[in-house]
């Protein structure tokens, strides 16, 4: 899997999850205290993220960061 593959699936898992919780994108953003675009260019698979940024998204959406990696995340296929 090409490293653009990869952001563009785990920005799609990010998406899902902050969905499937009934959370705006801004909403998330503000839990995380970043701004808007910085998540919107995270769910887009624009931008590398640390593992701390995956951390502070995992616990905003109050899941374990495991949940990015399940066989149906970012590592499916």
Not at 20 to 37: G, I, P, R, V, Y
Request: with cysteine; glycine share 6%; aromatic share 6%.
């Amino acid at each position: 899997m090409t490293d653009s593959k990869f952001l563009t699936k785990l920005g799609a898992r990010i998406k899902e999850l902050r969905v499937a919780k009934e959370m705006t994108q801004n909403d998330l953003a503000n839990h995380c205290d970043f701004e808007k675009a910085s998540m919107s260019r995270i769910e887009a698979g624009k931008t590398n993220i640390t593992i701390l940024t995956l951390h502070k998204i995992s616990q905003a959406l109050d899941i374990d960061i495991t949940e990015f990696f399940k066989p149906d995340g970012v590592l499916g296929d």
